[in-house]
């Protein structure tokens, strides 16, 4: 089963090798290789595993990491699938006779939730929570139909896991009103879905599929994005004598405790499975990713395992402080210029909005978006989101732009007050600097973003030649 992945390590290969039937949970750190364990495990149950080999899907949410993935298969099998969740989804949907070419609202969204805002603000003047920005109803929106909430008093009565400060019970049915008038909008526009409902209507449709199933199994890579219905319709998407694999991070996890695996449809018989070896980052890497988990803000409910490190020691991070926002990104350019004629390089941003200015500048650097296509080998200059790099690795990651009050978004703190934004921040933030195998380099101008700890051993501080 060759591929360009690290082949897996001691207690890794019980779990890629594990013959049972049912449901396998494996938690692990960043780094811990669970992307080398899921992509080891679908092509050893797609052609190889002993009685139970047969077609697979291995899924992730990310479609750059798609792509990763499939160009770091050296054979690929035709008993193996490799896809983004929402292209499972609406592939099956299609299958069923319950998606059309155009049954899915996308550019339109924005513009409709603004329509249902101001028609649910007209019939209820004053009421505050109207006044809310519109990030704030995407957010209650994607919750509710990532949850599987399709009535106003299920979310009346619903604990609200995955935000700081729950939205009170006497707000929710105006936040309601809102999404029953997008509803109806989306509807006059013969649109029957946007791209959160799939979980749910797919959910439903293999609950009403008597048919056989297409695959045997299903590997889930970077399980810790997917909403509890994408959870529930994949451990739906194999028969009885299938085999569902979920690989999740600890310290990104956003549904804690009171969500029990079998709520999210998976029998799980011993617990979950726990990686703590980091193999990807440095010592030093580590330690910062390890202090930042470990700041007040950065909340989870789930018990963050520090990482037994395996790798050699690497140079400290560096944190590289400059006189203004043009000169982070000069220095930004420059430095991945000079690493990737030699290593891959990752220089990621909080937003989109300098893709282009990147461009220019690296005309042959791949930019991390979800219609890649392709990967190349060998040293290499990359760029995207923070979003965009999950579950992707680098010798080197640049971040750029860590500045105070860019960091938090301010969008975010808008939508979800300081608290949360931090939190939800702190996640992204830890993402993108557990990219890096080897150097990293933080980039700032004024004041640095208080998501990072203070503690002066974590970095070596420079400015600007």
């Known amino acids: 089963m060759p591929s360009y992945l690290p082949e897996p390590v001691g207690a890794q290969k019980n779990v890629v090798y594990l013959r049972d039937s049912g449901h396998v949970v494996v938690l692990g750190t960043a780094g811990s290789g669970k992307t080398t364990m899921a992509v080891t495990r679908a092509m050893w149950l797609a052609d190889h595993a002993p009685q139970i080999a047969g077609p697979t ?14 160009r770091n298969m050296v054979t690929r099998s035709p008993n193996l699938v490799v896809e983004n969740y929402h292209t499972f989804a609406k592939g099956y949907l299609a299958s069923r006779g319950l998606m059309g070419r155009r049954d899915i609202v996308d550019g339109e969204r924005h513009q409709l939730m603004e329509q249902a805002i101001a ?31 399709t009535d106003e008093q299920t979310y009346i009565n619903a604990d609200r896991i995955g935000r700081g400060r729950p939205l009170m019970p006497a707000d929710r049915p105006y936040v309601y009103a809102v999404r029953e008038e997008y509803w109806r909008l989306r509807r006059e526009l013969g649109k029957r879905y946007d791209w959160d409902d799939l979980a749910l209507a797919a959910r439903k449709a293999f609950e009403e599929d008597k048919g056989p199933r297409l695959y045997r199994h299903v590997v889930v890579d970077e399980g810790q994005d997917f909403s509890p219905e994408m959870i529930r319709s994949l451990a739906a998407a194999v028969g ?31 617990g979950a499975v726990q990686f703590e070896q980091n193999y990807r980052n440095t010592p030093q890497i580590a330690r910062l990713a390890v202090a930042l988990s470990n700041m007040p803000f950065f909340r989870d409910e789930v018990d963050l395992v ?3 490190i395996v790798k050699a020691d690497g140079p400290l991070p560096v944190l590289v402080e400059n006189p203004d926002r043009p000169t982070q990104f000069r220095e930004a350019i420059e430095l991945a210029r000079r690493l990737g004629r030699s290593m891959t390089v ?26 890649l296509t392709t990967w190349p080998l060998g040293p290499n200059v990359f760029y995207g989101t923070y979003h965009a790099a999950k579950g992707l690795e680098f010798d080197a990651v640049i971040i750029p732009f860590c500045d105070h009050d860019l960091l938090p978004d301010p969008v975010e703190v808008e939508a979800h007050g300081p608290d949360e934004a931090m939190s939800r921040e702190a996640r992204l933030l830890y993402v993108a600097l557990t990219r890096a195998k080897v150097r990293l380099h933080i980039m700032y101008s004024g004041k640095l973003t208080s998501l990072l700890p203070t503690d002066p051993s974590l970095f070596q501080r420079t400015t600007p030649k």
């Open 119 to 149: 028609e649910v603000q007209r019939r209820y003047p004053g009421v505050s929570v109207l006044r809310r920005p519109l990030r704030f109803f995407e957010d209650e929106f994607h919750w509710l139909a990532g949850h599987g909430v």
């Open 240 to 270: 009885p004598d299938g085999t569902v694999t979920f690989f999740g991070d600890y310290a990104q996890q956003m549904y804690g405790r009171r969500l029990s695996w079998k709520s999210l449809g998976l029998s799980v018989r011993s």
């Open 346 to 371: 990752a220089v990621l941003f909080r937003k989109r909005e300098h893709d282009a200015d990147v461009s220019a500048q690296l005309p042959l650097a791949t930019r991390l978006h979800k219609k």
């Open 306 to 308: 520090e990482p037994k």
């Open 57 to 70: 899907l291995l899924v992730t949410f990310n479609k750059a990491l798609v792509t990763f993935l499939r």
